[in-house]
C-alpha cells in the first residue's frame, strides 16, 4: 500500500456519520466511494464528504481500487462484507459488534488471515482520552497491582429514536454497551477466566435486557460491569463512562464531566480531562467522536508500520466470546467459563 489510502465506507447511517468526519481529518487517506441499500443515504454523504455513490457492496468492490474498506453497517450483513473484501485483497475495519455468533466471527478472521489482510475492529471505547489516561496511569505502577475495579454505563437517554432497531433486538443492552465495557475490563486487568450475569427488561417497549450486571473474575482480580438504559438522575451523563480502579498501592476515579481522581500511595491529585477538540464534534458525543478518531489513527498508524490493531479480528473473537457468555450465563444462571463457546 502506498499513501494516500484509498477507501471506501460502506454504510451511511446514524454513526457512520462520525467515521466520516474522522476520516476527514486524516491527510493519509482518501474517500473514494460511499455505498448504503438506502440510495438517498448514500448520496447525502458523497455530498458532503466526496467520494463515488453506490448501492451494491459486490458492484463496489468491482469498480473501485481500493487500500481497505470500513464497515459501518448492522451486524447481520458484517460476514457477507468482509467476505467480499477478503476475496478482492481489501484490508477491512468493521463496526462492533462483530457478529451474533461464534462462527461468523471465526469465518471473518479466517477470511482476513487466508490473504494476509489487516483486519480490525472499531471498538473505540478504549480509545477514548479518559481511558487512555487511565491505562497510562496503571501502566505506569500509580496504583500498584490493581485488584478491583467497576466500568459503569447508566443513563435514562433516549438511545431508540436514533437506533430504533435496539427496540426488536432479543438481545439489547449487553451487546450494545456491555461490549464496549467488557473491553474496558480486558484493556485494564487482562483476560477474565469466568463471569456471571444478572439482567432485566424494565421498559416494556422493548424485547432486550436494558439492566445488566457482570461480574467478572480475572487473574487476582474482580471487575464489575454494570449498564443501564434506565438510570434516571438529576444530571444526565450521557455517554459518559464510569470507571473505579482500586490497587494495592491507591485508586483511580473517573467520574461525572471526565472529573479523574487519583490516590498514589497517599499522595491525592485531582484533574478534570479535557478532550481534545475537533471541528465537528458536537455535545455530549465529543468523548466518543474523538475516540472514533483516535481509533482511526490508530488504524492508519498500523497499515503504515505493518502492526497489529490492538482491535484486532483475532483479538475480537476473545471479546465476543465474554460477551456470547455473558448471555449464556444468564440464560444458565451458572457461571460462564471464559472460551467455552470458541
Not at 470500513?70 to 478482492?88: C, K, N, S, Y
Not at 429514536?161 to 438481545?171: G, I, K, T
Amino acid at each position: 500500500m502506498t499513501q494516500p489510502y484509498r477507501f471506501a465506507l460502506i454504510g451511511c447511517g446514524f454513526f457512520a456519520q462520525n467515521h466520516l468526519h474522522a476520516w476527514s481529518e486524516i491527510p493519509e487517506v482518501e474517500l473514494v466511494a460511499v455505498c448504503d441499500i438506502d440510495p438517498k443515504r448514500a448520496a447525502a454523504a458523497s455530498a458532503k464528504f466526496g467520494g463515488r455513490v453506490y448501492t451494491d457492496a459486490a458492484d463496489l468492490f468491482r469498480s473501485e481500487d481500493l487500500d481497505f474498506v470500513d464497515i459501518a453497517t448492522t451486524a447481520p450483513t458484517h460476514r457477507m462484507m468482509v467476505e467480499l473484501a477478503a476475496e478482492h485483497g481489501v484490508a477491512t475495519i468493521c463496526q462492533k459488534p462483530l457478529a451474533w455468533d461464534m462462527d461468523d466471527a471465526k469465518a471473518m478472521v479466517s477470511a482476513c488471515a487466508a490473504k494476509g489482510l489487516p483486519f480490525m475492529v472499531h471498538e473505540n471505547f478504549r480509545f477514548q482520552y479518559p481511558m487512555r489516561r487511565i491505562k497510562e496511569l496503571l501502566d505506569s505502577g500509580a496504583i500498584g497491582r490493581p485488584f478491583f475495579g467497576r466500568v459503569s454505563f447508566r443513563t435514562a437517554h433516549d438511545v431508540y429514536s436514533a437506533q430504533p432497531w435496539l427496540v426488536d433486538n432479543e438481545r439489547m443492552i449487553i451487546i450494545d454497551v456491555a461490549v464496549h465495557l467488557f473491553d474496558l475490563a480486558r484493556c485494564f486487568f487482562g483476560e477474565p477466566q469466568t463471569l456471571f450475569t444478572d439482567a432485566l427488561r424494565v421498559n416494556p417497549i422493548i424485547s432486550g435486557e436494558d439492566v445488566a450486571t457482570v461480574l467478572m473474575h480475572m487473574d487476582n482480580a474482580t471487575c464489575i460491569v454494570d449498564a443501564s438504559y434506565e438510570t434516571r438522575s438529576d444530571h444526565n451523563t450521557y455517554p459518559q463512562t464510569f470507571v473505579t480502579l482500586e490497587g494495592t498501592e491507591g485508586t483511580i476515579t473517573l467520574g461525572a464531566d471526565y472529573h479523574l481522581q487519583v490516590v498514589s500511595r497517599g499522595i491525592v491529585t485531582d484533574e478534570d480531562l479535557v478532550i481534545p477538540e475537533h471541528p465537528w464534534a458536537t455535545l455530549p458525543w465529543n468523548g466518543i467522536q474523538d475516540s472514533v478518531y483516535n481509533i482511526q489513527r490508530h488504524w492508519v498508524n498500523c497499515l503504515a508500520s505493518g502492526t497489529t490493531p490492538e482491535t484486532s479480528g483475532l483479538d475480537t473473537l476473545t471479546l465476543l466470546d465474554i460477551t456470547l457468555g455473558a448471555y449464556e450465563s444468564l440464560a444458565t444462571g451458572s457461571r460462564y467459563t471464559v472460551g467455552s463457546l470458541s
